[in-house]
């Protein structure tokens, strides 16, 4: 038996795919095992989106090149968006890597990696392909409780600070019946929440005249045996009636709905070509809640984009003020290659970047306290995903001779750390209510109100 380890960096795509490497290559007698040392075959599954992200990947493959000089027959591949964007490039920066393979090519890990045990020499393929290719149904399915699905792959928006559309290329949607044949695996697997993944999901299917994504999420819902959906991530300009008329409608779909901002102010986000206004983001924000009232919001936002004016950030203050979101992802701005804003005129210090960053998060963490707090002494349900591997001093949980801690999530998607209610023996996988005792910072703490 061979053992491989994959270190990924990067979105929940990403993650995805590490997943699938694991099992395009499970059936050639690879095994997971748990650090790069113990590994015969390393894949460094790496992240373009910021400068920050690429580095991360550098600074990994340079640690692999010490086991590499004691260990024959250890191999190094790279993957991911680094990969499929500097493509045979990186080999000249870290020599010592066997093989390199881009985003479109994952279904190819197989035959390259057969090559290579045959003696081959070092490998290159960052082909794009014009289809996706479906999934070859091999290996095991190795997710827990809480699995993603990617339903699409690739981005044609552009988003002018955005690298992924060059590194994952065009849009392509999977057809439905092979994802709710993937999501039925899955559920078999253990799964009981899954959250379906894209670039923009909103439009799902628009190209290949497949069902819309609305009317994905009502076949994916009615699979027997899944208790959550959740979907990520949504474009505002493509969020449509139909899909928030949804979370009214379908009873699966949870309360949470990540719907990336960037900026608040409009002349901002016209330089980012997001196609959407201020006035209509907060529109649709105004009309979600209509629909309803309790969904949780998150979304992503950029601080420093070439040319935003202190005015234009304070825009973006007052829209967090204002939508009071649940969770904020905020990122300094980065210059990507072949992303369009690299070559905008009016860059933001490098400093400047970093204060701004500093008052909106300040700003946010105000906001999910005060959120946090309002949770307490309410009643929740947690879908338990595990035992708790946090720790808290004993006096701030009401009982805590009570039983085990586990960790769940609410349908708004907000971790709690739950102590079981006595004679609980195993509830991973289940649904238990929860009465919220106490918050601190970004988690809650709760205890278990019945079996
Ligand atoms: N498809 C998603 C998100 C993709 S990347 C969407 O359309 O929103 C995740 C987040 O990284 C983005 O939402 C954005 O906030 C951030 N990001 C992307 N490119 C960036 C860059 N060049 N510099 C800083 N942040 C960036
Ligand atoms: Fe990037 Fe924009 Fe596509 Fe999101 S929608 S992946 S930010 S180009
Ligand atoms: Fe990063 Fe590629 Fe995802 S650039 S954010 S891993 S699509």
New binding site residues.
């Given amino acids: 038996m061979k053992s491989l380890y994959v270190f990924t960096i990067g979105?929940q795509m990403n993650s995805s795919d590490a997943d699938l490497f694991y099992r395009l290559l499970s059936p050639m007698g690879y095994l997971p095992t748990d650090s790069p040392e113990s590994a015969d075959l390393v894949i460094v599954n790496t992240c373009s989106?910021?400068a920050k992200a690429e580095d991360k990947a550098f600074s990994f493959i340079g640690r692999l090149q010490a086991i590499k000089a004691v260990k024959p027959g250890f191999r190094i591949g790279v993957a991911g968006c680094v990969a499929q964007q500097e493509g045979a490039g990186i080999l000249s920066r870290v020599p010592y890597v066997d093989f390199i393979f881009g985003t479109h090519a994952i279904w190819r890990l197989p035959e390259i990696v057969t090559a290579l045990e045959a003696g081959s020499g070092r490998i290159v393929d960052v082909d794009m392909a014009e289809e996706l290719p479906e999934r070859p149904d091999t290996g095991e399915m190795r997710g827990g409780v809480s699995d993603f699905v990617t339903i699409m792959r690739g981005?044609d928006?552009f988003?002018t600070?955005?690298?992924?559309p060059y590194v994952r290329g065009r849009e392509m949607s999977r057809r439905p019946e092979a994802i709710v044949d993937e999501v039925k695996k899955k559920v078999a697997a253990g799964a009981r929440e899954i959250t379906l993944l894209g670039?923009?999901v909103n439009s799902y299917g628009k190209k290949e005249g497949l069902p819309d994504f609305p009317e994905l999420l009502r076949m994916v819902a009615d699979i027997e045996g899944l208790q959550r959906l959740r979907f990520a991530?949504s474009?505002p300009k493509d969020l449509s009636d139909e899909l928030i008329d949804a979370f009214a409608q379908i009873p699966g779909l949870c309360n949470h709905l990540h719907l990336?901002v960037?900026s608040g102010s409009t002349a901002v986000l016209s330089r980012m070509n997001r196609k959407y206004t201020r006035e209509h983001y907060l529109e649709r924000i105004a009309r979600l809640r209509d629909v309803c009232p309790d969904i949780a919001l998150g979304t992503?936002?950029?601080v420093g984009f070439p040319g935003e004016s202190s005015e234009d950030f304070n825009k973006t203050l007052s829209l967090v003020e204002s939508i009071r979101y649940d969770g904020v992802?905020a990122?300094?701005?980065?210059?990507?290659p072949n992303?369009k804003a690299a070559d905008f005129s009016g860059k933001v210090p490098e400093k400047e970047k970093k204060s701004r960053l500093a008052e909106l998060l300040a700003l946010q963490d105000e906001i999910t306290r005060e959120k946090n707090e309002a949770c307490v002494g309410k009643m929740e349900e947690i879908l338990v995903e595990g035992k708790s591997p946090r720790k808290v001093d004993s006096s701030a949980i009401t009982d805590p001779a009570a039983g085990d801690r586990v960790t769940g999530r609410t349908r708004s998607n907000r971790v709690v750390h739950a102590i079981l209610a006595e004679g609980e023996k195993n509830p991973v996988g289940r649904c238990i209510p929860v009465r919220i005792d106490r918050a601190l910072g970004h988690s809650l703490w709760g205890s278990q109100t019945g079996k």
Avoid: G, K, M, W
């Avoid at 600070?161 to 992924?164: G, K, P």
């Avoid at 990122?331 to 990507?336: E, I």
């Fill in positions: 979105c989106i910021r981005c928006n988003c600070y955005c690298v992924v670039q923009n991530t474009h990336p960037q992503d936002i950029i992802f990122f300094a701005y980065s210059d990507r992303a």
